[in-house]
């Protein structure tokens, strides 16, 4: 199966089984809820009784907010901020815990969703872990690229080239990121199909297919990539019209932009399944098949990642 | 300078008729671009202008502020200011080799440093010379000063980035001579403060006549015309520059500078209506009102060319609107210098017809900047370069002055100007379509970071902290020129700023002469606002602390009148009461409070406006903690404000202003879309990592 095939296959499963797009987005708009939830209270109670409420909703003033976070400096700042911070971690946890029932859906359409997620979570989980060091990799590296960049631009009397560079230096930067992202999508599959299912042996065998199959792996992954980009890109353009001048506009463009985030999010999910049929089309061969997994074992043992342990 | 140049200058001055102080000076300097140094002979003709026989003189050392570690800007500064860095071991000095009397005694031994401010005995950034004879009132003194300064890497303002070179406070330059009762003076006595961290410039006006010599490859930029440039034949050219009635000389060079000259055409530029507009507005005849033409010049990095017509309609923005309300610029030329990539340290600065701005290599079209930067730095030429009042005593009266002045030309020729948020050096306001600002609205929204931080009225370097002093210098005194102007009238404010502009030009004016100024144009005390919002740190805030509106019912019980006696019983009061209800001739009392929650007293409008549409308005004195209003009509309230044209701008809390009798959640609503929106957006970017 090529790239386009996979693609087009991973585009009519996402869609027909559009209800995990559903489940990710209502997950991740709840979790917005809850940041916004207290600053909309905060901002209804601040200006409803008043009339700079009217003012504002058709020029909005920097004074305003500066009067606004003045009321609420010190501690109800940082509740918020711990808040937002706590939040965001739970997300990505739930985020961890559904992407297991969406790639084990994606591989088997007729297994169950959530248990299929509390199957795969702890797994996942590892792998998150894991998946960080590759990407804070990545990180250095721009970090060290940039400091580099910034030093040599210092004694510079032009900044043009610099920027230039620095294009480049991101460009890479995004790209690696992408591959280790990719790699770490191969891997959850990899985990999912159960060859391997120690985080490190699954990342490796991941690697290992896409460093096999680049052209094909690359193509699903960037195809989509930029097809999220393509959307964003056309979610600006028609955002121009997008004038909030009346509360109906107000409704509208909320739901405009609802429709928007539903999409990303979707594209994000039609990636998984692309790149499960671009695997399922062609895997690697089963070096050494690996004992079946009690179902108990994921959740109580941490040492079941090292399958000598098992036997 | 010439000896022949110099007799001009004396002429020039006698001929003027002044008897004000000046400081003419005549400078030949040649640049060395490899050792970063300049070598200069200086001749000063000081005049004393006072009645005070004068027994020695003070000079600034300005260079020194980079000497060492130990010097009082360093350790103000922490080696770091307006978001640029120390670079290591650049250090920058000036060496005084010989200071003489022109023919007679050679004072190079006697002079001393002194620190004025803060005692600092490591601080060399003043000296004080003893003279052997003092100098007579009215009488004058040349001295002979040869001198060579070492420049730093450009950190505060001064100095080099690879070959280029700004020359700012490069020369022994006099103090000022406060004779009793000028300013705050209360005996006679030199006012020549150290080189502080937030401050630049206190001096006398003079004549300046400058030979800079420098390598031919060098395109040079500096205060003045430049009358000529000599090739020497050693591979150097000697330019010369002259500007009279400056109180300083800056100078730029860089072999690879790009640079443009235009005329801003006074015919051309203002319209013959804006002509109208502003003779009325100030009560001034048309000619009185007209401009002169002023030759631009810019001095723009090589990538920063496409910028020129930028630069160009910035700067000629700012000719022209600072001119028509304060006066036309009477100097012939402006040069505008753009710093390169590393020289920004170089940038935002105000010299005598001399600026320097700052951009950067992608710039986004309604960027505030290069804009904001060159009329901030033009319109210094007014409030710092024409009217000298003391920057390190009262730093707002020419930063202060200049961001309400500044403000004024950004919001008229730039609606809708955002601030430029870049990312990887590529301009996002566009992008983000971010918000539209106004000047008016950036003030007061830095102000009230920290409305109550300081007195708005400090010595530079007595700010409680770097931040302070900014707010205090820039924003807060912008937010409170626009609360004067709200107060006392669009054309009553043009005027007094006019005539304390037209009164102090070429002199040095404190802030009490600003409000007799202010005054005598009003007819007006408005001492009473200056005390509020100058001289004390207390916030205003006036709100609208409680409304009420209830039926007004049929009073009970036994009334005593012309037809005998009545009872009113309930049951008859509760019918009347309907009757009335049904016949819509029901009378409501409003009743509304309205408190002074902040230190600062300022008298207010409220406006009640009534759901018929009537509306009532009344005024208060707004000295009380409170003020209570009661209406009676056959309608209900619908909304009360107090100031609801937002005339005081340093209101600290506008949104406690009003009360509204219907709640509307439409903002919160638009705001929490959008907030919402990006929360969804950074939440599924981070999902990536899942
Ligand atoms: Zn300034």
Redesign the pocket.
């Known amino acids: 199966m090529n790239a386009l095939a996979a693609l087009s296959a991973g585009g009519r499963q996402s869609m027909r089984l559009f209800k995990i797009t559903a489940l990710f987005y209502a997950m991740n708009l709840a979790m917005a809820a809850v940041i916004v939830a207290p600053l909309a209270v905060a901002v209804a109670g601040n200006l409803s009784r008043s009339l700079e409420s009217a003012r504002l909703f058709s020029n909005f003033d920097v004074g305003w907010l500066m009067e606004f976070s003045y009321q609420y400096r010190g501690g109800t700042a940082v509740q918020f901020a711990v808040l937002t911070v706590v939040v965001g971690l739970c997300s990505l946890v739930l985020n961890t815990f559904l992407a297991g029932g969406a790639i084990a859906l994606f591989e088997r359409e007729d297994d169950a969703f959530f248990s299929a997620s509390a199957r795969y979570f702890p797994r996942l989980a590892r792998l998150a872990l894991v998946s960080l060091v590759f990407y804070g990799f990545v990180a250095a590296l721009f970090g060290v690229g940039s400091r580099l960049i910034g030093k040599a631009s210092e004694s510079s009397m032009e900044a043009g080239p610099w920027i230039m560079l620095r294009w480049g230096l991101i460009g890479v930067a995004v790209f690696l990121a992408g591959v280790v992202n990719m790699t770490f999508d191969y891997a959850k599959i990899v985990l999912v199909t159960g060859e391997a299912r120690g985080a490190v042996r699954a990342t490796m065998r991941a690697a290992a297919f896409v460093a096999s199959r680049p052209a094909r792996t690359l193509a699903v992954y960037w195809i989509c990539g930029a097809a999220a980009l393509g959307l964003l890109a056309a979610y600006h353009g028609l955002s121009e019209f997008a004038t909030q001048e009346t509360m109906t506009r107000v409704l509208l463009v909320l739901v405009f932009r609802q429709a928007y985030v539903l999409f990303r999010v979707w594209a994000r999910l039609w990636t998984w399944s692309s790149e499960v049929h671009a695997y399922e089309a062609a895997p690697l061969p089963v070096a050494e098949p690996e004992p079946p997994i009690p179902s108990y074992v994921d959740v109580t043992q941490g040492a079941a990642a090292d399958p000598e342990t098992l036997s | 300078m010439h000896r022949w140049a110099s007799a001009i200058l004396l002429l020039s001055v006698c001929l003027s008729g002044q008897n004000k102080p000046q400081a003419n000076y005549s400078i030949s300097a040649r640049l060395n671009p490899t050792a970063k140094t300049v070598t200069g002979r200086e001749t000063l003709t000081w005049i004393n202008g006072s009645q005070d026989p004068i027994p020695d003189l003070q000079f600034h050392l300005y260079m020194n502020a980079f000497k060492n570690t130990k010097s009082t800007f360093m350790r103000e500064s922490g080696g770091q200011l307006r978001g640029d860095r120390f670079q290591k071991d650049s250090w920058g000095y000036i060496d005084i080799k010989k200071l003489a009397v022109a023919g007679g005694a050679d004072l190079t031994r006697a002079m001393e440093f002194i620190a004025p401010d803060d005692g600092n005995a490591e601080d060399r950034t003043v000296i004080r010379v003893p003279l052997e004879k003092p100098v007579p009132p009215g009488g004058q003194i040349t001295l002979e000063i040869d001198f060579v300064t070492q420049f730093p890497h450009v950190f505060a303002r001064t100095g080099y980035h690879g070959n280029f070179f700004l020359g700012g406070q490069w020369f022994p330059k006099i103090g000022v001579w406060e004779k009793a009762g000028m300013r705050f003076a209360k005996t006679a006595g030199w006012n020549c403060h150290q080189f502080h961290a937030n401050s630049e410039f206190y001096a006398d006006y003079g004549a300046y006549a400058v030979d800079l010599t420098v390598p031919s490859e060098y395109v040079v930029g500096a205060t003045g015309i430049q009358k000529n440039a000599v090739k020497n034949g050693d591979g150097t050219t000697t330019y010369r520059f002259e500007q009279a009635n400056v109180h300083d000389f800056a100078w730029t060079a860089q072999p690879t500078y790009r640079r443009f000259t235009r005329t801003f055409d006074a015919e051309r530029e203002v319209t013959a209506k804006e002509l109208t507009d502003i003779s009325r507005l100030l009560g001034i005849p048309h000619a009185e009102a007209r401009l002169s033409n002023v030759e631009m010049i810019l001095l723009l990095q090589p990538e920063h060319a496409g910028q020129a017509e930028r630069h160009f309609r910035a700067t000629a923005n700012a000719i022209k609107w600072f001119g028509l309300w304060y006066g036309a610029y009477p100097h012939a030329t402006i040069t505008v210098v753009d710093p390169p990539n590393g020289g920004g340290g170089a940038g ?1 600065m ?1 010299y005598p017809t001399f600026i320097t701005a700052g951009t950067s290599w992608l710039q986004g079209r309604n960027d505030g900047d290069p804009e904001g930067v060159v009329v ?2 033009f ?2 030429q007014y409030w ?1 370069g024409l009217v000298g009042s003391n920057e390190f005593e009262e730093a707002w009266m ?2 202060g002055f ?2 309400y002045s500044t403000g004024k030309v950004i919001d008229r020729a730039y609606p809708g100007w955002t601030l430029p948020v870049r990312l990887a050096g590529i301009p996002l306001s566009n992008l983000m379509r971010l918000p539209g600002l106004t000047w008016e609205s950036v003030d007061r929204a830095a102000y009230l970071s920290a409305p109550k931080a300081d007195d708005l009225a400090r010595r530079a370097w007595e700010y409680q902290t770097g931040s302070s002093y900014s707010l205090n210098s ?1 924003m807060r005194p912008g937010a409170m020129m626009l609360t004067l102007e709200n107060t006392l009238g669009e054309a009553e404010m043009a005027k007094a700023m006019r005539a304390y502009h037209q009164r102090w030009r070429y002199d040095h004016p404190a802030f009490p002469d600003f409000i007799a100024a202010v005054n005598e144009s009003t007819g007006k005390d408005m001492n009473w606002f200056f005390d509020q919002f100058v001289y004390s740190s207390n916030v205003a805030d006036y709100a609208v602390a409680g409304v009420s509106c209830e039926p007004v019912s049929e009073d009970l019980g036994v009334f005593d009148g012309n037809g005998g006696r009545r009872t009113v019983t309930a049951a008859e009061a509760r019918k009347i009461d309907e009757e009335r209800e049904k016949n819509h001739k029901r009378q409501w009392l409003t009743k509304a409070t309205i408190r002074r929650e902040g230190e600062a007293v300022y008298p207010v409008d409220i406006e009640f406006r009534f759901e018929n549409g009537e509306t009532e308005r009344r005024q208060w004195d707004g000295k009380y903690r409170w003020a209570k209003f009661e209406f009676t009509k056959a309608t209900k309230v619908a909304s009360v404000a107090v100031d609801p044209e937002h005339k005081l701008v340093l209101d600290a809390n506008w949104t406690n202003n009003s009360w509204r009798a219907e709640s509307s959640y439409a903002t919160a609503g638009k705001l929490t879309s959008t907030v919402l929106f990006w929360v969804e957006q950074v939440l599924a970017t981070l999902a990536l990592l899942a």
């Open positions: 935002g105000e901030h730095e319109g210094h710092q020419d930063e200049n961001t820039y």
